[in-house]
Every structure is written in structure tokens, then in C-alpha cells.
């Protein structure tokens, strides 16, 4: 089978998938939300989640596949994948409300562009595909669930949140990028194997003066929706 190409029938039938699976996951937690506790159906998920990153990156991390430049779960989805099933674990702890905030800001505003332009060449008939789709789609479903299902609202506190949280991984992930020759978190010299939004921004290093405050930009678009919001519950003045 021919490797996987952006834009065609598989791409397009993962995101339905994936969009489905969100419908029916919120549907589920509607009906067994536990505002004290996660529920057996969140835990359910969270592990199954961490189960299938286990074996995804285990697998990259066989010998005969392991190469540092490529395969190490430093990737921005990767982490944001963990932190999804921390966020079901442990969100009616107001202590773990930075999880939530680096989940919805890393989600909505950075997580969607592996959705959207997948840095994936591997067709349906590889595991490493069906891994792909399932960690990245649960980082969505698990952003979506928490605004509907357990009420979560961003604040501009949580906007710093997320943005300290993606300075601190950059600053630890370029000097890795720099010293192996690699590219994650798309900050490195090489771009990534399918066209993306990283083509368009010039070459490295300059790229760099671009990509990071454009990242903070789209954050700070993920406040929209709910400045607006705020806007339209304050009561008209007489």
C-alpha cells in the first residue's frame, strides 16, 4: 500500500472517526459525570490512552528502529498525550489546574496542525498509523470533553500557564534538536516529511523569530470564543 498522503480518503475518514469517537466519549460522560471524582469510564480512558503511548513508543524504541533524531517521544503531541490522560486522572484537583490549561492551549492551538497536516507517511496497514490517529485524537476528544463535560473555562492566567510551559519546551528541546541533528517540536533545522504551515516561515534560524510568537498568537486566539462569550453574559448597562 502506498504511504500515507495528506488530503486524501484515509485523512479524511481518521478526522470523521475522530470526530465521531468525540461525539459518543461526551455523550458517555454527560450521562456519568461525577463532579467529585473521575469517573470509571474516565479512568477507563486515560489508561487505554496510556497503554497504547506505551506500546507506540516502546515499538519505536526497539533496536532496530530506535534513532534518536526521529524516535524519541519529544514531540509536542507526545507530551500533550500523557498530560491529556493527567487531565482525566486528576481534574477535580484545583491543584492540577495547569494540566487542564497546557492541554486546551496545546490542543486547540498546536495539536491541531498534526491533525491537520500530519507528519506521517506510514498507510492504514501499519500499526504506526492507527497510533498516530488514536494518540492524537484522544489528545481532542480529551480537550473537548473537559470544556463540555467538566465545565473547564480558560482564564489569561491559564494563557501564561500555557505559554511558560511552551517556552520551558522549547528551551529544552532545541539545544536536543541542536546537538542530534533533529526536529522536535518543529523548532529544529529540518522541517517536517509532509507540507505544513512550517514551509511557509522561512529558513532556520529566522524561522525561529516566527514560529515562536506566532505559537503564542494562536494561543491567545483560543481566548476568543470565550472573551466573547464573557462579553455576551454581562447585563447591558441603562
Not at 517556552?167 to 505544513?196: D, E, Q, R, T
Request: charged share 15%; hydrophobic share 55%; glycine share 4%.
Amino acid at each position: 500500500m502506498e504511504a500515507f498522503r495528506p488530503f486524501t480518503f484515509s485523512h479524511g475518514c481518521a478526522v470523521l472517526c475522530i470526530a465521531l469517537l468525540i461525539v459518543v466519549a461526551v455523550a458517555c460522560g454527560r450521562k456519568l459525570q461525577d463532579r467529585h471524582a473521575p469517573t470509571h469510564f474516565e479512568r477507563t480512558l486515560a489508561f487505554a490512552n496510556i497503554a497504547v503511548w506505551l506500546a507506540a513508543h516502546g515499538w519505536w524504541q526497539l533496536p532496530e528502529r530506535f534513532d534518536p533524531v526521529t524516535t524519541l517521544p519529544l514531540q509536542m503531541c507526545h507530551l500533550t498525550s500523557l498530560i491529556a490522560s493527567a487531565v482525566l486522572l486528576t481534574r477535580h484537583d484545583t491543584q492540577h489546574r495547569a494540566l487542564r490549561a497546557i492541554l486546551y492551549f496545546w490542543a486547540f492551538s498546536l495539536c491541531t496542525q498534526a491533525m491537520i497536516t500530519p507528519s506521517l507517511v506510514e498507510p492504514p496497514s501499519s500499526p504506526v498509523f492507527w497510533s498516530f490517529w488514536f494518540l492524537h485524537g484522544f489528545v481532542m476528544l480529551t480537550a473537548i470533553y473537559d470544556i463540555v463535560v467538566n465545565g473547564f473555562r480558560p482564564t489569561w492566567r491559564d494563557y501564561r500557564t500555557a505559554c511558560v510551559a511552551s517556552a520551558s519546551y522549547v528551551a529544552v528541546v532545541l539545544p536536543i534538536n541542536l546537538m542530534l541533528g533533529a526536529n522536535y517540536g518543529f523548532v529544529g533545522k529540518s522541517k517536517p516529511l509532509n507540507p505544513s504551515i512550517v514551509d511557509l516561515l522561512g529558513p532556520w534560524p529566522e524561522r525561529l523569530l516566527i514560529i515562536v510568537p506566532l505559537a503564542a498568537l494562536a494561543m491567545a486566539l483560543a481566548m476568543l470564543p470565550w472573551m466573547m462569550a464573557s462579553k455576551l453574559k454581562r447585563p447591558a448597562r441603562a
